[in-house]
Nanobody
């Protein structure tokens, strides 16, 4: 079955950087149709950045050029590079893959931005 496993979260100071990884198994890897979401306490889950099936990039307004999505086909892994992190970026970050009409989610990785 399809499995998504995030890693790389942790505590980082404001202005710092972090790279999250999403390991994909059970399906052929492709960045198309994959995305990163996040959910802060008391808030709804929101899109961070992703690629549509057609290759268009979508991202939240808060990204402001600070985050980038990439992938490694050999490693079956999607990455989220986050720079210039702010306290308001604190959230659980999830990777997502839609295959047909089905949505697949990882378990999430906590990112905390604090001094």
């Amino acid at each position: 079955q399809v499995q998504l496993v995030e890693s790389g979260g942790g505590l980082v100071q404001p202005g710092g950087s972090l790279r999250l990884s999403c390991s994909v198994s059970g399906t052929a890897f492709s960045l198309f149709g994959m995305a990163w979401y996040r959910q802060a306490p008391g808030k709804q889950r929101e899109l961070v950045i992703g690629l549509t099936d057609g290759g268009w990039q979508n991202y939240g307004d808060f990204v402001e050029g600070r985050f980038a999505i990439s992938g490694d086909n050999d490693e079956n892994t999607m990455y989220l590079q986050m720079n210039s992190l702010k306290p308001e970026d604190t959230a659980v970050y999830y990777c997502h893959r839609r295959i047909g009409a089905k949505d697949y989610w990882g378990q999430g990785t906590q990112v905390t931005v604090s001094s």
